[in-house]
Every structure is written in C-alpha cells, then in structure tokens.
C-alpha cells in the first residue's frame, strides 16, 4: 500500500508541473480517471488476496461472480463504490482548478510533468502484480496456446493405473475453506481446534505443504490438489467455464483417474455451483453426482437456515453423511468430496448448532468462532463415519483449500507468524501408522499422494509428486517457467463442423456442445476458435463492448423471435444475420462472411 500512496503522490506532483490548457487539463482528467479504476481495483484485489491482483482476481475478472455472496463482504463493495466517485470528482477538480491558472511553458516544468507522470504508473503496485503473473512475459505472449503434446508431456505426467494392493481403498476428501494448519497451532490460537488436533495425532500428517503457485483460492486449490495443475486463466479460459461445459478439458485430474477404476464419485458443496465453475469442474472430471445449493436448499427443513454463501456446515455435513451412507452401501469403490462454508468471509459465519460453542464469546463477528465450531462439525463428522458400519476400507482425506486470505478478520495473528504459515493436509487410514511428513510439498503434490495412499503405485500426478517418494516437489519458478503449458489445458470448441441452431428449444450448439448466449466468438486468421467470451451470472460484462475483427456476436433477440448475429469482417465491416428457423450455419458460410 506505500508504493500505492507513493504513486499517488507522484501523479499530484506531476499536476502541478502540468501545462494547463484545456486540452491537456482534458487529457490529464482521462488518465487520472484510468488511474482511479486501478488504484480501486488494486484495493479490492488486496482486500481479499493481501497481494494485490493475483490470478484469483484475473480468473474472477473473466469469469465473473455469479453465485458469489455479496452481503459479508458489503463493506469493500461500498468503499470501491464511493472511491470512483472520488475518481471521477478528481479529473472534474483538477480541470476547474487548473483552467484559470497562469501557463507556464518553462522546459524544466515540461520535464518535471514528464518523470512525475511516468512515475507515477511505473511505480503503481498494479504493474508490479501484472508483472509477476507473467503477462509482460514475451515468451509467453509468443508462445500462447501453441504447444506441442511433447511439450506438455515434458512437464505434466498421467499416470497409469497400477495397483499396489489387490483392493484399492475408498476416499473422503473434505475441503475446509481458508483452513490452513496455522490455525491448529497451540501457540498461535490455543484450544482453538482441539478436534482437529486430535486427529492430527492419529493421522499422517503432511507438515511442511506450501500454497503452489496459481491455487490461492477455493477452485485453483482443488484444480491443484486434484490435477497437479495451476489454474491458469487464458484471457477467456475462466468464461468458458461459465458457457460451456468444458472445465480444463486438457488436464488430468483424481476424477479422471478413479472413474477408470470404476470409482463411483460425488461432490457436495453448500455454495452454488456455478460459483467459479465449480459444477463444471466437477462434471468435466469424471464425477457422478455433483449436489449444489440449488438442489440442496430445497431439502432443508428449514428453508430459511440459509447464509449469503449458501447451506451452513451443520446441514451440509448432514447431506455429506446421507450421501456417505447412499455411497458406502453400492458395493462399488467412491470417492466423496466435499467443502464447507462456515469459515468463508472476512468474519465468517456460526452454524447453529455452534451458538452455545463459541471460542470468542465477547465478539462473536470473530472469525475464529467460526473455525472453532467447524474443526467441532468436522470433529463429530469424521466420528460418525469412522463408527459407521461400512467404513472398513476407507480413507478420510482433511486439507485446507488455500491459505486464508487478507480479509479474514484474524489475518494480523497469521501474518506475524507468516514463517509458519502452511496448508493442512490430513490423511485417516485405519491401516497407516500416525506420523508427520517433513518433506517440503505444495499444493500439487496432494493428488499423487493420496493415490499412492488408497493403493496405487503412482509416483506422479500432472506437475505434482508423491511426497513418499524420492521425488522433489516442483519449485514456483518452474511452473511459472511452463504457464503456457498449463494454459493449454482451455480448449474451445471448433467451428469446423459450423453452427447449430434450435429455435424450439432456444439451445446454440457447436460441436454438439451447447452454447450460452449471448456468447463472442474470436476466430484466429486461419478459422480456429481462438477464445470464446459469456457474459457473468449477474450480467454484468456488456460484449458488444468486446466486439473485434474476426469475430461473432451471438445472441437471441425477442424482438425478432430468433437468433440475431453480428459477424465483424477482418476488416471491421459490420454483417448482421437472423436466425428464424432451426439450421446449421456452415463453416465456409461464417468464413466467407468474416472475408
């Protein structure tokens, strides 16, 4: 945040040195507005990250936040609010201000006006953050998603499904929200979770796993656990998830591996699944039943037992332990996998059977209530399911989805014993001796070695290892090196096979993938689909703001009683089209049309 004050100031200096015309004050008044949506847009982003924009924030900037519970985090939505109206009353001032004031035309003023305003970008922590991600990278940018299966294979690894034992076990993974092992430490947060302590001590405990790179939040975290991948964002690769089914298609992830080993697999989530694209992730890997808050919250007794988020942990644990019954009864291998929700948010939020539970009874918007009364749920789940009669054969899988983030309201306390910081991972096996695990792991490593676990002889999983192994864990600045390639694993459907239209049922479908619409199709100058943009749940992104040559404006227009389409020609020529019965538009058809 010094940098960013810095970098204000720098941009006030730079105003005083400025020449004041009309037309420079109107020049300056625009960048200064540019510089607002930034500086608020870095504000937000570190709220929530406590590193400014990271790939979280690309991945939701793209994708959108439909599903997403506004009402905790208010607050910061307002403050955002009420800093672009600052941002638009600056340039007005400094233009009322300015267009009275004697001109100065002295070189060294021009100069002056020259470093302070450069400095003042150059030196914004936006940049800083962009940096970082690799966008300034020209390797990168060259390469985009032109990489080879060599390439890939080089870097990320499938395995093959070799057992170790002749019966391979059953596996619950139970995803806590920003539950990261520091808050199990005596020291830090005494009494905080004795139960998860208490299992800590019975378990194989993995004690020294770091965040990787690009899994910093709740759908980066399980891509990385359970395909060894970061969740690199393409520039488009998080709408896809939003309007087509299709979630990382090219990874291969613990879904992928299981269902070929005719696991049966469920997820259950109290949040919406469309959420980030959860349901689709899910649905893309190989899972059966994937259960949301919209199937969820009809079944509850109370309708009304509801957060901005979704389901409370007490009820979704309820449906974990119903669906575990439902699973363990088939006869056939699962995995069950679930996240809570309780522990979400700057403060978090108390299941109502934790109200007499509390860990801070003289502040109860603590966040640590909430983890206090979660490690209880998850305490009392694991319980139940250890003494269910079915339960021979079955591991139990605990870990943190990601760090917790700035906004959480103990963030200060993690902070000052950052060296600490790392993500748990927990694994209950009947057949295992306790012990903790001192290898350096990160995120990415989880996936190998819970197969290894269950009794498959992997070593490998994608980019990840088995941290029994001899193998080493993959540093930041490898995977970073190698984003291309974990890029790649978007794909958009091909056009070659043209455009599907069904006026009946009002569906879009390319390559017999239904489409949502409205939807932006770029093409590439030899015909490929290069990226495919929807707009969010809430409707927010406008995409006839995004239309560009080459491209296909899709949408349905009630006026007309049909599809209506735009195709914007190589040269910027505008072709308009409306789709009043069901028919295919060819690829030669959209090709000539985009000449």
């Not at 570190?46 to 994708?63: A, K, P, Q, R």
């Not at 993974?173 to 979770?193: N, R």
């Not at 969740?231 to 298609?249: R, V, Y």
């Amino acid at each position: 945040m010094n940098f960013l004050i810095a970098s204000f100031l720098l941009l006030i200096f730079s105003y005083l040195f400025l020449k004041k015309t009309k037309i420079n004050l109107v020049v300056f008044g625009i960048f200064v507005f540019l510089y607002s949506v930034i500086s608020v847009t870095y504000i937000i982003s570190n709220y929530f990250t406590g590193n400014g924009v990271d790939e979280s924030v690309i991945y939701h900037l793209f994708y959108g936040l439909g599903g997403a519970g506004f009402g905790a985090d208010a607050g910061i939505i307002i403050l955002g609010a009420i800093l672009l109206i600052i941002g638009i009353a600056l340039p007005i001032g400094f233009y009322y201000f300015g267009k009275n004031k004697e001109i100065k035309t002295n070189v060294y003023y021009k100069g002056l006006f020259g470093v302070f305003f450069i400095s003042a970008f150059i030196f914004h922590p936006i940049f800083k953050n962009i940096y970082d991600l690799g966008y300034f990278d020209l390797n990168n940018v060259v390469k985009g998603k032109l990489v080879s299966k060599e390439d890939i294979e080089k870097v990320y690894f499938v395995p093959e499904a070799k057992k170790k034992t002749e019966k391979t076990k059953n596996i619950i993974y139970l995803y806590l929200e920003s539950f990261e092992k520091t808050y199990l430490d005596e020291d830090v947060f005494p009494d905080l979770t004795p139960n998860l302590n208490k299992l800590r001590k019975e378990a194989i405990s993995f004690e020294n796993l770091k965040m990787a790179y690009g899994t910093s939040w709740t759908i980066a975290g399980m891509v990385g656990s359970q395909c060894g991948s970061p969740l690199i964002n393409s520039g488009g690769g998080g709408n896809s998830m939003h309007g087509i089914e299709d979630f990382l298609p090219g990874a291969f992830c613990l879904g992928d591996f299981l269902k070929k080993q005719n696991y049966n697999l469920s997820y259950i989530g109290g949040a919406n699944l469309s959420f980030a694209g959860k349901g689709n992730f899910y649905k893309t890997h190989s899972f059966d039943n994937i259960l949301g808050r919209e199937k969820l919250e009809p079944k509850l007794k109370n309708k009304d037992y509801i957060n901005d988020w979704g389901l409370y942990d007490d009820s979704l644990f309820d449906f974990v332990f119903e669906e575990y019954e439902r699973l363990s009864e088939t006869g056939q291998n699962f995995g069950l996998f679930t996240l809570n929700l309780d522990t979400h948010g700057s403060e978090g939020v108390i299941s109502e059977s934790c109200k007499n539970y509390l860990y801070d009874s003289q502040n109860e918007k603590n966040i640590l209530n909430s983890y206090h009364c979660v490690d209880k749920l998850v305490g009392e789940l694991v319980e139940k399911i250890r003494n269910h009669k079915n339960f021979k054969n079955t591991t139990i899988v605990i870990t943190s989805d990601h760090y917790a983030m700035k906004h959480n309201n103990s963030y200060d306390t993690l902070e000052k014993n950052k060296d600490k910081r790392r993500n748990l991972f927990l694994v209950l096996d009947s057949d295992s001796e306790a012990q903790k695990i001192e290898k350096e792991g990160t995120t990415l490593d989880i996936g190998a070695s819970i197969l290894s676990l269950i009794g498959f002889d992997v070593d490998k999983l994608g980019a990840g290892v088995n941290l029994f192994s001899n193998l080493e864990t993959n540093s930041e600045s490898y995977l970073k090196k190698n984003r291309n390639i974990f890029e790649s694993f978007w794909s958009y459907p091909s056009l070659k096979n043209g455009i599907d239209f069904d006026l009946k049922n009002k569906k879009i479908k390319i390559e017999g993938k239904d489409i949502q619409f409205p939807a932006l199709i770029y093409l590439s100058d030899n015909g490929d689909t290069k990226q495919i943009l929807w707009t969010d749940d809430a409707g927010e992104l406008d995409l006839r703001t995004l239309i560009k040559n080459n491209s296909i404006f899709i949408d349905y227009c009630e006026e007309n009683k049909g599809f209506c389409l735009n195709f914007k020609t190589k040269y910027g020529e505008n072709i308009s089209q409306n789709i009043s019965e069901n028919k295919n538009i060819s690829y030669e058809e959209i090709l000539q049309k985009l000449k």
